[in-house]
């Protein structure tokens, strides 16, 4: 073998095994929450006694259908179900203008923690734009995957599956 032969080989074999090496498995990071709304008496939870704070996240989990979005098994589509929910979340962040949200995309453990994640910010992301077609400025979201890293449910029976199918709706300040 010529030594251009044997270079060139090298460089192929060298190639070949950086592209073989897996990535190290890094996790999402912990759920974004932001300055705390700590309302008027420092409480965090934006409750005061038995009040609730106008605009927090306590206020936004009491006062909307719910703050999570069920999707069916690979889908990412808005349905009649999650329109009404979507809407009434939409319907309180505008009578809230300066109230961000995160939107966290969640899948089932079934699927490569590749496709998971790619899941999960496919969902997050179609609620965020429906919620932007109803008035909620989209700079006032912002989305992550967790893929199937945080579970709502564990188990692994379709029950588990279909309540980890989700997109929820955090409020951050």
């Excluded at 912990?30 to 420092?42: L, R």
């Excluded at 989990?61 to 929910?85: C, H, K, M, W």
Aim: with cysteine; aromatic share 6%.
């Amino acid at each position: 073998m010529t030594l251009k032969t044997t270079l060139i080989l090298a460089t192929a074999a060298l190639a070949l095994a950086a592209c073989s090496k897996k990535r190290p498995e890094v996790l999402p990071p912990a759920p974004v929450t932001g300055p705390a709304d700590t309302g008027s008496t420092g409480n965090p939870t934006g409750q005061t006694g038995n009040e609730v704070v106008p605009g927090s996240n306590a206020d936004f989990t009491r006062s909307v259908t719910s703050n999570t979005v069920n999707f069916g098994l690979d889908q990412y589509d808005i349905d009649p179900q999650a329109r009404a929910i979507l809407d009434s979340q939409a319907e309180w962040l505008n009578r809230y203008p300066n109230v961000r949200i995160t939107i966290e995309g969640h899948c089932d453990e079934r699927g490569t923690r590749e496709y998971n994640l790619a899941l999960g910010d496919r969902r997050a992301n179609s609620a965020k734009n429906y919620l932007a077609a109803k008035g909620v400025s989209p700079s006032r979201m912002s989305v992550i995957s967790y893929g199937s890293e945080r579970p709502a449910e564990t188990g692994s029976d379709e029950a588990a599956y279909a309540a980890n199918r989700r997109a929820v709706t955090i409020v951050l300040s």
